[in-house]
């Protein structure tokens, strides 16, 4: 059976950090990737990273705020997240899909964390 557990958010004031970590379990992914959500707007692509080589993908909002890692001996991908802001305030999901590629828009993830609450006050 195929868990994404995932951990490490809170609340932070504007500029700190937090780490997100996503540990997989059940199979081999091809990338993992971090999407959030924030209460009423619809869920956004952060951050992605090949498993095999490690490239890594960011959306603009992020770019130079945010670290995605993976480590393969723990099947752990994490998100560094530095300078919050307010506007960072959503639910942080872990994605993980096994068909080779990149995808930006969440529809081809074969698996999905439960989510974890990251809140930015101002």
């Known amino acids: 059976q195929v868990q994404l557990v995932e951990s490490g958010g809170g609340l932070v004031q504007a500029g700190d950090s937090l780490r997100l970590s996503c540990t997989a379990s059940g199979r081999t992914f091809s990338s993992m990737g971090w999407f959030r959500q924030a209460p009423g707007k619809e869920r956004e692509f952060v951050a992605v990273i090949t498993w095999s080589g490690g490239s890594t993908y960011y959306a603009d909002s992020v770019k130079g705020r945010f670290t995605i890692s993976r480590d393969a001996a723990k099947n752990t991908v994490y998100l560094q997240m530095n300078n919050l802001k307010p506007e960072d305030t959503a639910v942080y999901y872990c994605?993980?899909?096994?068909?080779?590629?990149?995808?930006?828009?969440?529809?081809?993830?074969?698996?999905w964390g439960q989510g974890t609450q990251v809140a930015v006050a101002s």
């Open positions: 994605a993980a899909r096994v068909v080779s590629g990149i995808d930006y828009s969440g529809r081809y993830y074969s698996d």
